[in-house]
């Protein structure tokens, strides 16, 4: 898991171009398939889920990362001083699955929307193919201070993710 993803660093890092490498994990957003989304459609169905609680890390709404992306692009554009290298960007704040699909559900139960009872389980107990750390989280502190980015909370931006796909609170 991640070896392609190193292999693709590694070459931009040996290409001696300027680069900005930006990491993140957890990526979630209104559209596509993510697991926002499969907890609301599997929750819709089932009254009560199995959800990792072993791996922690931070979710990372689409939209902030693009707007991350979109400060640090237009400062590599305009300023040949612009800090490069490896930046870290996920919404702030720590949880596990369990912990995340947990605050889904709430958010969702005041929208109206899917609900359901979160069991917490150990990874052993949901193979994958692929192995996931058990500690995604990462550390803000270079992108913050090259660039001023400054992450929000991942339920702040659960909310607004939620708003899109059920509606405001009711």
């Known amino acids: 898991y991640g070896a392609s993803k190193l292999g693709g660093e590694l070459a931009v890092r040996t290409s001696r171009a300027r680069h900005a490498i930006v990491r993140t994990a957890w990526v979630v957003s209104a559209h596509g398939n993510n697991f926002v989304k499969s907890m609301l459609r599997v929750g819709a169905t089932r009254d009560e889920l199995g959800v990792v609680d072993d791996q922690h890390g931070?979710?990372?709404?689409?939209?902030?990362?693009?707007?991350?992306?979109?400060?640090?692009?237009?400062?590599?554009?305009?300023?040949?001083?612009?800090?490069?290298?490896?930046?870290?960007?996920?919404?702030?704040?720590?949880?596990?699955?369990?912990?995340?699909?947990?605050?889904?559900?709430?958010?969702?139960?005041?929208?109206?929307?899917?609900?359901?009872?979160?069991?917490?389980?150990?990874t052993t107990d949901y193979p994958t193919p692929a192995q996931r750390p058990a500690n995604s989280l990462l550390s803000h502190d270079a992108i913050r201070t090259a660039y001023g980015i400054e992450p929000r909370a991942w339920q702040d931006a659960l909310s607004e993710i939620l708003d899109e796909l059920i509606g405001a609170p009711k």
């Open 58 to 122: 931070s979710p990372t709404s689409a939209a902030d990362l693009a707007a991350a992306l979109l400060t640090i692009t237009v400062r590599l554009i305009e300023d040949d001083a612009a800090p490069t290298g490896i930046f870290h960007f996920s919404n702030a704040g720590a949880v596990s699955w369990s912990g995340f699909a947990r605050e889904i559900f709430a958010q969702s139960s005041a929208r109206g929307g899917a609900v359901a009872g979160v069991k917490p389980i150990a």
